[in-house]
């Protein structure tokens, strides 16, 4: 029972978002510490467009919905699975003459951006967890 709990989608969404968080902190803090390395390409963490993807909420609002209502109709597409980090390099750009494209005031934006992101997803989860705790040891 509470490993069904503990492996709803909720708790799915918000791990993986976590993790994204943690990955995308760690790729920051790579950007600024080569941000005076020649010809050092900065990285960034996609995440959050794949999520909206798995979950079929970037897609047009005007444009109806597959649904297969028959085993004769034609099969769908397959989900790819679950959407996961997936860190990007950046080599379209170059901000110096070293070929360095580390701009460090959008990187320190990005920092204070995901210390938001990451206080807010664990908080969440902290939340979600005393909600269930409240229901198990309620009368």
Excluded: C, W
């Amino acid at each position: 029972m509470l490993e069904q709990i503990l492996n709803s989608p909720t708790m799915d969404y918000m791990q993986r978002g976590l993790a994204a968080a943690n990955l995308r902190q760690e790729v920051i803090s790579n950007n600024i510490a080569n941000v005076n390395t020649p010809k050092f390409k900065r990285s960034d963490v996609i995440f959050e467009s794949l999520l909206a993807k798995e979950l079929g909420l970037d897609e047009d609002k005007n444009k109806l919905k597959l649904v297969r209502t028959r085993d004769k109709h034609l099969p769908m597409a397959p989900l790819n699975g679950k959407a996961s980090a997936v860190i990007q390099l950046d080599d379209s750009t170059t901000m110096r003459v070293d070929d360095n494209n580390v701009d460090i005031d959008a990187e320190m934006a990005s920092l204070a951006k995901n210390q938001i992101y990451y206080n807010a997803m664990a908080k969440k989860i902290g939340s979600y967890i005393q909600g269930i705790k409240t229901v198990i040891t309620s009368k």
